[in-house]
């Protein structure tokens, strides 16, 4: 969905239209949902984050400006609560000892990608590849929502796969070699 549809959208709910909340709900959960996500690594948790998301936006509704990005708000949003989980299950981790089972089986293909992006990228990066690639918004239109210049986006989003694929191909080198010995 383009920018002006969810200030449309933004405007109708700060006027007390919620009728148009499932839409502009739909229009983003997907964004949020994957920006919570690559942080936590866990479907159950990011759907709770998304919906804390939410609950939180629908707090903040009267106060949001029209001006700013909606879903970069949303996004960074999820982001801080996920990162709140990470930071409270580290300190978890820390006083209880875990005793973590090895599988065998490969992780499924999403948690890969995902996890590899936490250890990898920056938040900004992360946030500039779901816009781009889950979210299929253009460049042009990541550096709108974000009030970054396009060069500044395009930059970011490259230096983001380079980094991915080096590190895939990397973790895939490994492997080979861990099952010839």
């Known amino acids: ?7 449309e959208l933004l405007a109708l709910l700060q006027k007390g ?31 709770d984050v998304l919906q804390e998301t939410y609950l939180r936006f629908l707090e903040k509704l009267p106060s949001l400006h029209q001006d700013r990005s909606i879903l970069a708000y949303l996004m960074k949003t999820a982001q801080n609560l996920s990162l709140n989980i990470v ?17 065998s089986d490969p992780p499924p293909q999403e948690d890969y990608i995902f ?14 590849v779901i816009l781009h690639v889950i ?7 990541i550096a709108e929502t974000l ?9 970011a989003y490259n230096n983001a796969i380079k980094k991915l694929r ?9 492997r080979k070699t861990e099952k010839r010995s």
């Open 1 to 7: 969905m383009d920018n002006q549809r969810l200030k």
């Open 17 to 47: 239209k919620m009728e148009y909340f499932d839409e502009f709900y739909e229009s983003t959960k997907r964004g949020v949902y994957s920006a919570s996500y690559a942080i936590v690594q866990d479907h159950g948790i990011a759907e």
């Open 87 to 103: 930071k409270e299950r580290a300190r978890f981790d820390n006083n209880v000892e875990i005793t973590a089972m090895k599988s």
């Open 115 to 128: 996890s590899i992006m936490k250890r990898i990228l920056k938040p900004k990066e992360i946030q500039i």
């Open 135 to 141: 979210e299929g918004m253009t460049h042009q239109q």
């Open 147 to 155: 009030h970054q210049p396009l060069g500044t986006v395009l930059w």
């Open 166 to 174: 080096k590190e895939i191909d990397k973790d895939e080198n490994r």
